[in-house]
């Protein structure tokens, strides 16, 4: 299977700081999804992006697959952004989701 | 509109014993997915089913087995129990290999 790669582990913020997260995968994807987990579990779809550069609110995402990255930007973040991060992507021809470990950020006011 | 659900929430059973957790996809979502998350990892793929067939199935134990419904809702059967299989499950709705959407998960804690 594809290996997915999450950086940095953890990341602790002050409230209103701005923030990277970097998700790097091992082969060609035709799908790449960004989630936010909350404390009782549930993935949050932040963003779709098997390519290209979307933006929603604070929240910024590019993922440039030639090079097979993507990127999660978090701007003026805030208590409530905290919690895990994560990367999954769909190899080209597959039906299932390959995840990383994860990013860990914590927000403190 | 409803999201993704899954029943129960939580469950303990015992080592040993057979449990079985269910999903009801987006409507209009043709095919769902399961995922087993262990405490500290990223969430790693169990079977996906489309329309009703098997498309797609992880390195799991034959333990492990699934089916979907006409109405496309899923059923996740695990027998024989063991303490490893203690993890949150999650479910994913998706048209086919686009978007997938999760539901809040089962938390099963075999004791």
């Known amino acids: 299977g594809i290996q997915v790669e999450q950086s940095p582990p953890d990341l602790i913020l002050q409230e209103g700081a701005n923030s990277t997260l970097r998700c790097n995968f091992s082969d060609s994807v035709n799908n790449l999804q960004w989630f936010h987990q909350n404390p009782w579990g549930q993935l949050i779809n932040l963003f779709y992006?098997?390519?290209g550069t979307k933006q929603n609110g604070r929240l910024s995402a590019t993922t440039v697959a030639t090079e097979r990255y993507s990127l999660l930007y978090i701007s003026s973040s805030q208590t409530t952004d905290s919690g895990v991060y994560f990367c999954?992507?769909?190899?080209?021809?597959?039906?299932?989701?390959?995840f990383g470990t994860g990013t860990r950020l914590t927000v403190i006011p | 509109d409803a999201g993704v659900t899954q029943s129960p929430t939580h469950l303990i059973k015992t080592r040993g014993q057979h449990v079985t957790l269910r999903c009801s996809p987006i409507s209009g979502h043709k095919s769902v997915s399961w995922y087993q998350q262990v405490l500290g990892q990223g969430p790693q793929f169990i079977f996906q089913?489309?329309?009703?067939?098997?498309?797609g199935r992880g390195n799991f134990p034959d333990r492990f087995s699934a089916r979907q419904f006409p109405n496309y809702s899923s059923e996740l059967n695990v027998n024989a129990l063991l303490l490893g299989d203690s993890a949150l499950y999650l479910c994913a709705s998706s048209l086919f290999t686009t978007e997938a959407f999760f539901g809040q998960g089962t938390r099963l804690t075999v004791v």
């Open positions: 089913y489309y329309e009703k067939e098997e498309r």
């Open positions: 999954a992507v769909g190899a080209t021809g597959a039906n299932n989701l390959f």
């Open positions: 992006i098997p390519s």
